[in-house]
T-cell receptor
């Protein structure tokens, strides 16, 4: 089925560990995004990618690393997890970079850092 | 920095009541989008408004884009429990392709 899938849905990890959140889309959309959603802050952009091998920082990039070797995949890595990174993470894709095209979101990964 | 402010933050109403949610900014946006998010899921697009003064209807939901393209509203007529969710407005963030989101209005409709 076409869509955007995130894995895992839930993850508990310890402070200092490295963890990777996966995102896969089947539409071949050029643009992909990682947001985190926290109470009181809403959705905040972590990183985005305009195409394979092109990535850039968003509003809150510190502590995160991304890569995009293939158009359909956009993994997000927390190099050394901290408690402040406990959040719900959403991956999204978009057909175009500007204009009226919608963002298509995955169902999120709920990450808890203990 | 472009910001979108939504109000109210929380809204709890009875089935059958009407409500309006607001999305305001000091910046001009080329378009605004409204999303609804249900628990455990990602946001899903409801509508995009493009032209200043535009009104769009989606069944019992009416969306309006301000004349100056700085604000938008969502009006729900005769709310139903199925309307419960988090309503988010979003505007184009510029050439990066991302959207800037408001913090959302959490709506609860009780039967």
């Amino acid at each position: 089925d076409a869509g955007i899938t995130q894995s895992p849905r839930y993850k508990i990890t310890e402070t200092g560990r490295q963890v990777t959140l996966m995102c896969h889309q089947t539409w071949s959309h050029s643009y992909m995004f990682w947001y985190r959603q926290d109470l009181g802050h809403g959705l905040r952009l972590i990183y985005y990618s305009a195409a394979a091998d092109i990535t850039d920082k968003g509003e809150v990039p510190d502590g995160y690393v991304v890569s995009r070797s293939k158009t359909e995949n956009f993994p997000l890595t927390l190099e050394s997890a901290t408690r402040s990174q406990t959040s719900v993470y959403f991956c999204a894709s978009r057909e175009g970079g500007v204009g009226n095209s919608p963002l298509h979101f995955g169902n999120g990964t709920r990450l808890t850092v203990t | 920095t472009q910001l979108l402010e939504q109000s109210p933050q929380f809204l709890s109403i009875q089935e059958g009541e009407n409500l309006t949610v607001y999305c305001n900014s000091s910046s001009v946006f080329s378009s605004l989008q409204w999303y609804r998010q249900e628990p455990g899921e990602g946001p899903v697009l409801l509508v995009t408004v493009v032209t200043g003064g535009e009104v769009k209807k989606l069944k019992r939901l009416t969306f309006q884009f301000g004349d100056a393209r700085k604000d938008s509203s969502l009006h729900i007529t005769a709310a139903q429990p199925g309307d419960t969710g988090l309503y988010l407005c979003a505007g184009d963030g510029g050439s990066q392709g991302n959207l800037i989101f408001g913090k959302g209005t959490k709506l609860s409709v009780k039967p």
